[in-house]
């Protein structure tokens, strides 16, 4: 999706759009749906957006594959690259941090539009709420069925915690 700055009239644009993207090493599910309100502000574009799709991922649980949506919410400031070139070191504002420069008459939004949407994936996508992982010792999906599989009931590398606290000989430190 591209922008031409020369075009956006002075009462601004509201842009509804859904297109595809890809996403380096994502599959996104159909179209992501975009909404724009795009302004003029002096030499600045600004764009305030939203968009929505659907991704499909790994459950952090069972590595099952998941569709989860994906919503995010943006704010961004286009400028255009500075005709002089800066020369040495140059100290950027906090301000100028969440600025980006375009070339020319066009505003490539695609770059924008994929961060977003890996912005909005969740950090631990699930299958389900109740999702009962992989076994530790037979590595068996346990939402599928269940394994057998002995299961201690502490982890042996915590058992020195219990010794400390004396837990481990039956003793109760209260």
């Known amino acids: 999706?591209?922008?031409?700055?020369?075009?956006?009239?002075?009462?601004?644009?509201?842009?509804?759009?859904?297109?595809?993207?890809?996403?380096?090493?994502?599959?996104?599910?159909?179209?992501?749906?975009?909404?724009?309100?795009?302004?003029?502000?002096?030499?600045?574009?600004?764009?305030?957006?939203?968009?929505?799709?659907?991704?499909?991922?790994?459950?952090?649980?069972?590595?099952?594959?998941?569709?989860?949506?994906?919503?995010?919410?943006?704010?961004?400031?286009?400028?255009?690259?500075?005709?002089?070139?800066?020369?040495?070191?140059v100290e950027l504002a906090e301000a100028e941090l969440d600025v980006s420069y375009f070339h020319g008459d066009e505003i490539d939004l695609r770059d924008l539009l994929r961060e977003q949407v890996v912005l909005g994936i969740p950090l631990r996508p699930l299958c389900k709420e109740d999702c009962r992982g992989l076994c530790p010792v037979c590595g068996g999906n346990r939402n599928r069925s269940v394994c057998g599989c002995a299961s201690e009931g502490t982890d042996p590398r915590f058992r020195v915690l219990q010794k400390l606290k004396g837990e481990g000989h039956g003793k109760s430190n209260k």
């Open 1 to 89: 999706m591209r922008i031409q700055p020369s075009k956006i009239p002075q009462d601004g644009l509201r842009i509804c759009l859904q297109e595809n993207l890809e996403v380096e090493g994502l599959k996104v599910e159909g179209p992501v749906r975009v909404n724009l309100e795009v302004r003029k502000v002096g030499n600045s574009i600004l764009l305030e957006g939203s968009l929505a799709c659907e991704v499909e991922l790994e459950c952090a649980d069972c590595l099952d594959a998941v569709k989860t949506s994906v919503t995010s919410s943006f704010t961004a400031d286009y400028r255009p690259v500075p005709k002089q070139p800066v020369e040495g070191e």
